[in-house]
């Protein structure tokens, strides 16, 4: 991958992230070096930016694309400077490609302005909704944009999941979903940092959600539930769209410059579970933990060869002895 593309996608030209993208989506692990070329150019280079990382998260049909697309047009309004990828997971794209397109027509961005990437990866079930390939392109993203917006599919694991992905998680709920009291079976009411009420144009059961929440919170988090801003709003009206905007765009400013390391870890180790099962984590723990074969192999991108490489010759040594 040439200068000449960094420096393209740098200026936000969309062919040129689109094959970065495609890049950072590729499994295969004899990738990695090109992949690990492309980050040390980025991070080398004086454009490079250090986008936060906001999770979009909460059940299919709570509202998450319609209001992503809403946030992201008050963002462009808000700050015109600030540079504004969406990543949206997709459930069911592997079928007819219906749903993709539903995701599509509901995310309205606008065309044409470079300082807006649009990007819908398929879910994989298996593991439960984010894509395996999320945290990589949110590694690219991360250093093209400010703010990249993470959509997810919102089906358990998922919710937790993008803890381990994004700087600040905001769980969209709708009134009377009865998720409430499903969240709290599951643990997901522990996950979020806010939780936006959507659909509270149906202004009655929104209420009435209002308090089941507010109840569910102060069960789940008895130390902090009563520090959850919980935002009501309606994508469909606009109503305080406008002002929640504003409130992840000031957290996001918190967040911007920080850094992916610790996540790298996390994500490296969720490969090797993936890859390997348990006996995978056991041997990473002989090895010293994810952390430490991270530096060992050289940085994240060395990581997955190393660790294979490194499994498979303390097979071999066993089996020999
Ligand atoms: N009444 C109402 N409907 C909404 C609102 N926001 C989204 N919807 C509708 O809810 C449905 C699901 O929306 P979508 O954004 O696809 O949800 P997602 O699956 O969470 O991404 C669509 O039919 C939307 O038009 C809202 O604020 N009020
Ligand atoms: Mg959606």
Redesign the pocket.
Known sequence: MSVEWIDAALRGEKRAIARLVSLFEDRRVDRASERRRVIEALDAHPEVRAAAIVGIT??????????TSEIVRHTRRLEPELRVAVVAIDPSSHVSGGALL??RT?MRLPPGDVNVYFRSQASDTALGGLSPHTFQVCRLLHRLFDVVFV?TV?IGQNEIDVRHLADRVYL?MQPLGGDEVQFLKAGIMEVPDEIVL?????AEAALRSYRALKAALSLARPFDGDSIPIHR?????GMNVELLTERILERARLDRQSSLHAREVHHFARWVEDEWGRVGLRALESFGGAEAVMREAGDFDAAQAFFDRKVRAAIAASTAS
């Open positions: 909460g059940t299919p049909g709570a509202g998450k694309s319609t209001l539903g995701d509901r959509e919102g969209v959507n659909k509270c144009d149906e709003v309606s994508a469909r009206t």
